[in-house]
C-alpha cells in the first residue's frame, strides 16, 4: 500500500478516536495504596530492581505555588535502566528518541480519593522505532509491568 494512503489512514484514525488516543499511548492502573505509600513504593521498587530515579516532581505543589489549588496530589516519577538508555543514546542515529528519556510514572489521586498510576505503552510505542529502540524499548517496557505488578489491583 502506498504511503500517502498509510499516513492518511493514520490521520484518520486519530481524528475519529479523538480523546481515545490517551488511552492507545497510555496505561493507568488504580493502585492498592494510599498516595504517599503508592509514590515510595514506584520509587523503592525499581531502585530495587537496578533502574536509576533520578529526581521526583510533586506537580501540586508546582502548580499550587503558580496558584493553581484547586487539585488532587500528583507527582511524576522517572525512571532510567541505564544499560537500555546507553544502548539508545550511544549512537548519534537513535538520540532523536531522547525526549522520551527517561521514561516517567505518573502517580496522582482522582477527585474519589483513589490513587492510580500511569505510564507509556513502551512495547506499543516502540513499534514505531528502529530495530535497537524497539528492542529496548519492548524489554524495559516488560520490566516496567513486572515492577508495577505488586502495586496495582488487577
Not at 481515545?20 to 503508592?38: A, G, H, N, P, V
Not at 521498587?45 to 488532587?72: A, C, N
Not at 513499534?127 to 489491583?153: F, P
Request: glycine share 6%; proline share 3%.
Amino acid at each position: 500500500m502506498n504511503k500517502k494512503y498509510l499516513y492518511l489512514i493514520a490521520i484518520l484514525t486519530i481524528a475519529i478516536t479523538g480523546c481515545r488516543t490517551e488511552r492507545l499511548m497510555f496505561k493507568e492502573s488504580q493502585s492498592k495504596y494510599d498516595f504517599e505509600t503508592t509514590v515510595n513504593m514506584v520509587k523503592d521498587t525499581f531502585v530495587t530492581t537496578g533502574w536509576l530515579v533520578p529526581w521526583e516532581t510533586d506537580i501540586q505543589e508546582r502548580y499550587i505555588k503558580e496558584g493553581y489549588s484547586d487539585m488532587t496530589k500528583a507527582t511524576i516519577i522517572p525512571i532510567c535502566r541505564p544499560e537500555g538508555g546507553y544502548n539508545i543514546i550511544q549512537h548519534d542515529k537513535y538520540k532523536l528518541i531522547t525526549p522520551l528519556m527517561p521514561l516517567q510514572i505518573s502517580v496522582y489521586e482522582k477527585e474519589d480519593g483513589k490513587v492510580y498510576i500511569s505510564r507509556m505503552r513502551v512495547k506499543m510505542m516502540s513499534n514505531m522505532m528502529s530495530r535497537t529502540s524497539r528492542k529496548n524499548m519492548k524489554y524495559s517496557g516488560k520490566l516496567v509491568e513486572k515492577v508495577l505488578n505488586g502495586i496495582i489491583l488487577k
